[in-house]
């Protein structure tokens, strides 16, 4: 059964990164059925899509976190990463991991728990 | 971006009753919606991909319908463990967005 579990600091100081890792158990990361993706929810708000990566490497992101956006991939570890830079109190959210299906339907699931992560200095 | 709209935002019923939540997409999407299921500190759950197709193991009291623009989900018949938030996701393009969320509550 594929499990996914977000693992990195809950507390990122304003201007600097905030740097994730999500590992992957139960199937192969390098499998073609996912690509593996970033969603984060604002505490009380809604979800939003940051990116996804494929074994591979390739990468895809919402365009209005792109430039503040890496993900990166560790098939050796079934580990997939983000940074994201120069955060703000407006990134202060729970940060999931899901596998992303690579279909037409780009559907998410399943998802990790779930890390909250606090912009503040 | 491609906006998501549901309705209602909030939504009040009983265990038994049938319950529809609206999506609405700001263009047309064809069947690429998915539905999932939020529970209080929890992530979400995938009920519905491809606007009507039920994800394995989810309930079948669980439907949804739709294309083009407009979507919904429906249960049923409420069981206690139905209240939860609910958001559609839009997979028709780049960036992938989600409707604001609807809360469903028991009255």
């Known amino acids: 059964q594929l499990q996914l579990q977000e693992s990195g600091p809950g507390l990122v100081k304003p201007s600097e990164t905030l740097s994730l890792t999500c590992t992957v158990s139960?199937?192969?990361?390098?499998?073609?059925?996912?690509?593996w993706g970033w969603i984060r929810q604002p505490p009380g708000k809604g979800l939003e899509w940051i990116g996804s990566?494929?074994?591979?490497?390739?990468?895809y992101c919402n365009p209005s976190l792109k430039s503040r956006v890496t993900i990166s991939v560790d098939t050796s570890k079934m580990q997939f990463s983000l940074k994201l830079s120069s955060v703000t109190a407006a990134d202060t959210a729970v940060y999931y991991c899901?596998?992303?299906?690579?279909?037409?339907?780009?559907?998410?699931?399943?998802w990790g728990q779930g890390t909250l992560v606090t912009v503040s200095s | 971006d491609i906006q998501m709209t549901q309705s209602p935002s909030s939504l009040s019923a009983s265990v038994g009753d049938r319950v529809t939540i609206t999506c609405r997409a700001s263009q047309s999407i064809s069947t690429y919606l998915n539905w999932y299921q939020q529970k209080p500190g929890k992530a979400p759950k995938l009920l519905i991909y491809a606007a009507s197709t039920l994800q394995s193991g989810v309930p079948s009291r669980f439907s949804g319908s739709g294309s083009g623009t407009d979507f919904t989900l429906t249960i049923s018949s409420l069981q206690p463990e139905d209240f939860a938030t609910y958001y559609c996701?839009?997979?028709?393009?780049?960036?992938?967005?989600f409707g604001q969320g609807t809360k469903l509550e028991i009255k």
């Open positions: 990566i494929y074994y591979s490497g390739t990468t």
């Open positions: 996701q839009q997979s028709y393009n780049n960036p992938y967005t």
């Open positions: 899901a596998g992303h299906s690579n279909s037409a339907y780009n559907w998410f699931d399943p």
């Open positions: 139960g199937a192969s990361i390098s499998s073609s059925s996912y690509y």
